[in-house]
């Protein structure tokens, strides 16, 4: 019996298994029908990214729109508080006793400058905003209104800083005017 089982054992590496290989045909259908279905669901995924591509541009688009009036609005702003300080600083610098006549011109240059600057942005944007002559991206448009806002918040500061500084000059001069001109009673 031992040896019985050692011939088996020695010959077993060189025996090689005979017959025809067994196909399961109910598991090839099964495999095929579970591939098509997985082309099916893979083309209605590329149909759903494709239309999620356009979702996602359409949002885009209307989010450069709304930074786009966001931008405008600001500028609109900006430009109101710019006209109410020319406006009311302006006058009551001017209207000063302390302010001499030549300094008249002088001020009044400086604000000038500044408010034809801003309406010249004005037009400039309004162009830009409606029509197409100068071809730019919506992405193009927002930044350089964004940058336009700066530019009109730049100047909000340097007109305040402006009416800052002149009345301060009046207040010192009205001082000056007061120790200058003040009783003395020894």
Partial sequence: MLI???LVVLLSHQMKAQGM????????????KTLVESAKQTTQLLKTVEFLKQQKENIDKVSNVIKQLK????????NQKLYRLV?????????????????VSR??????SIIEQSLEDLDFINQI?????????DA???????????????MVIEIQQKTRRYKEIIAFRNMQDKVNNRETTY
Wanted: proline share 4%; charged share 30%.
């Fill in 21 to 32: 290989p067994v196909y399961d045909n109910t598991n090839f259908i099964s495999l095929t």
């Fill in 129 to 137: 905003l409606s029509s197409d002559r100068l071809k730019m991206t």
């Fill in 140 to 154: 193009e448009r927002t930044e350089f209104l964004k940058a336009k806002e700066l530019q009109s918040q730049e």
């Fill in 4 to 6: 019985a089982m050692t």
């Fill in 71 to 78: 931008a405008v609005r600001e500028l609109s702003k900006n």
């Fill in 87 to 103: 406006q009311n600083d302006l006058r009551d610098i001017l209207n000063s006793p302390f302010i001499k006549p030549e300094e």
């Fill in 107 to 112: 001020i009044s240059e400086s604000f000038t």
